[in-house]
């Protein structure tokens, strides 16, 4: 105890400066752990609305479809390649829309049935 009132003493803004860091190191790292305890409780919610913000990965989680189907759901509807469009990352369903050159309500009105559809294929 001793050693850290000499530390205290001899560096008073590094000791302080420690001390904040430490705190806020503390305060951020239990926001991480309930952030992640409150995901792993309730992952993606099951058919969500699909809204233009959201990615073809996203609503294939979100569907419980097979990534290969919903990339060819996608195909089809908007006549696109996924594997060809975008630079690499996943793409939201507005930039999607703009590039197949069709409004986003459509898109996802499109996509809406084609999921339905697929899904009343597959229990069928």
Known sequence: MNRFKAAWRRHPYVSLLF?????????FGIRT???????????IAQNQPLQEWMTPRYI????????PDMFRIM?????????VTGDGKP??????????????????DDLTAAI?????????
């Open 116 to 124: 339905l559809a697929h899904q009343s294929e597959k229990h069928d």
């Open 91 to 108: 793409q939201p369903l507005d930039r999607i829309a703009v590039q197949a050159d069709m409004p986003v309500q459509v898109l996802i």
């Open 19 to 27: 001390v904040v860091v430490l705190a806020l190191t503390l305060a």
């Open 33 to 43: 752990v309930t952030k992640a305890r409150d995901f792993w409780h309730a992952p």
């Open 60 to 67: 294939a989680a979100s569907w419980h479809i097979d990534k």
């Open 75 to 83: 195909q089809e509807v908007t006549g696109l390649d996924p594997m």
